[in-house]
């Protein structure tokens, strides 16, 4: 039962279009390595945007993996910081996720997010998660958190649903 709550606490996408847009990334210091697996390293006053996702923590390192295929790479991005801090519009007005821990670490490749170290997410006027872990699919919004360490709990706050239509139907016929 508490899986299937938390699957449904964060049911909202990330925005799709942001995986077509160009990764603009600032820090006050980087290094890159070249193979088959490019990593670039950033530190210092790291800051990320990519479309809607804005990203900021205190060191970020990105794979970009060849794949054999001239078309596509697999990339994955650990950011982490004190902490590491995104946001980012979800898909079919779901608002605005933010999400903040220890580190976040991302791959494009399964679309899977795993955040850990004092994991706080926040779904705009939906919900609220805090945790030591989380695991988040931004393909399909599915998340699952928490962790087998004693004296370990997560905590989710479910917001209500505006009642807005009932509100203006009530307005309409006083």
């Known amino acids: 039962m508490a899986l299937l709550l938390l699957a449904l606490a964060l049911p909202a ?6 995986r077509d847009q160009p990764l603009d990334v600032r820090a006050q210091y980087n290094k890159s390595t070249f193979g088959t697996q490019n990593v670039t390293l950033f530190q210092g006053n790291v800051r990320m945007v990519q479309g809607s996702l804005k990203a900021t923590g205190d060191e970020a390192r990105i794979w970009e993996i060849d794949t054999g295929d ?11 910081g004190k902490p590491a801090q995104l946001e980012q519009l979800m898909d079919n007005d779901g608002g605005k996720l933010t999400a903040r821990a220890l580190t976040i670490d991302y ?16 779904q705009e006027g939906r919900s609220e998660f ?27 706050t479910f917001k209500p649903k505006p009642k807005l239509a009932k509100k203006a139907a009530t307005d309409a016929n006083p």
Not at 13 to 18: E, G, N, P, V
Not at 107 to 122: I, K, P
């Open 13 to 18: 996408h990330a925005l799709s279009t942001d």
């Open 70 to 80: 001239a078309d596509a790479s697999a990339r994955r991005l650990v950011l982490t």
């Open 107 to 122: 791959r494009s490749d399964t679309g899977l997010a795993e955040l850990t170290g004092d994991v706080v997410v926040v």
């Open 130 to 156: 805090r945790g030591p872990h989380m695991t988040y699919n931004t393909n399909t919004g599915a998340m699952e958190g928490g962790s087998q360490a004693p004296g370990s709990e997560v905590h989710m």
